[in-house]
């Protein structure tokens, strides 16, 4: 039927927040309440609501949410200060630096001054070391969960063809090294790449981390094939702004065996693993057995 093939992000991330809800439930039972401290620095608008979506959603779950909110001329020196309180405030499990920093901050310096056990974006060299060589790591929230709804769509990824477009450090590289994981063949292209079409086209799994909205047209979609949009992007249309993704999402849900729409598909399912990810941090933090 018609809505088959389409991935119910915000559903699945729903799932997810109830579950690690009923986790925080009883580790407050034995007195230890997961604390997630995120720190803004500047007023970015697209910024400010995704800090304000995190503290809501981190008090729902039962957690407590710090919010540190500094102005857009903080110096360098006063944000690492500010790291290391949160790196020795044991009522702090995760710390999250919203990006992107203003420009005079040097925003790897921060990401690394984080305590690697308390980095629940998975951004520091130590994380992205561990993923990379299939240690136990802090996986980036976005591409966990893309990795969470692939699984629950395709179960065993073994051997399908995975092509993420785009490289960054936040979504592309930990998608590809997720799904590699996962026993995927896997195919990272970008701005270079030679004939994007016809390798979007090999794809049972495509993921797009662009930024460019509606870039991937249906006919670069393998029939069948699994689709996972990660863009966000703001487009004007009819005098109002609306979102929309790096796919075309009505012509590529037509040929796609499945699809996530935007909004509704990744961006929920990054939050949900970000509390998840906070969750494994307290556990790991008082060397209690972790979720699942
Ligand atoms: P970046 O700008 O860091 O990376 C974009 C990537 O896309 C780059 O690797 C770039 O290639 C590649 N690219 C740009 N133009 C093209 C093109 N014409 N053809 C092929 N590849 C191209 O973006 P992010 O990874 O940070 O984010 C990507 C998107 O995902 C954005 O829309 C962002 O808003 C969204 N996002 C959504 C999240 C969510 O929760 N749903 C979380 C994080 C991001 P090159 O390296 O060669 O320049």
Request: charged content about 20%; glycine content about 10%; some cysteine.
């Amino acid at each position: 039927t018609d809505q088959d093939n389409l991935i119910d992000g915000k559903a699945f991330a729903a799932d997810v927040r109830q579950r690690v809800a009923a986790h925080v439930t009883r580790l407050k039972q034995d007195r230890i309440t997961p604390g997630l401290a995120v720190v803004l620095v500047g007023e970015d608008p697209a910024s400010e609501v995704y800090v304000r979506n995190k503290g809501i959603q981190t008090r729902e779950v039962g957690m407590n949410s710090y919010e540190h909110k500094l102005p857009a001329d903080t110096t360098q020196d006063a944000l690492m200060a500010l790291i290391g309180r949160l790196n020795a405030d044991a009522d702090v499990h995760g710390i999250l630096v919203q990006l992107p920093l203003p420009d005079h901050l040097d925003a790897e310096a921060v990401l690394n001054a984080i305590d690697p056990g308390k980095d629940v974006d998975g951004f520091h060299i130590l994380n992205v070391g561990l993923l990379a060589t299939g240690q136990k790591a802090m996986v980036p929230c976005t591409p966990l969960g893309c990795l969470m709804m692939l699984r629950d769509r395709l179960g065993d990824l073994s051997g399908l063809n995975a092509v993420i477009v785009g490289r960054s450090n936040i979504v592309g590289k930990p998608m590809a090294q997720l799904l590699l994981r996962d026993s995927c063949t896997v195919t990272i292209a970008h701005s270079r790449t030679r004939d994007l079409a016809g390798v979007c086209r090999q794809a049972d799994i495509l993921v797009a981390a662009v930024g460019r909205p509606r870039m991937i047209p249906g006919d670069w979609v393998k029939p069948g094939a699994t689709v996972i949009d990660v863009g966000i992007n703001r487009i004007e249309d009819g005098g109002r702004t609306r979102l929309v993704g790096d796919v075309d999402f009505a012509s590529a849900r037509a040929v796609a065996g499945a699809i996530t729409p935007v909004p509704g598909g990744v961006g929920p399912m990054t939050i949900a693993c970000l509390l998840a990810n906070t969750l494994t941090a307290c556990c790991r933090a008082a060397g209690l057995p972790e979720p699942e």
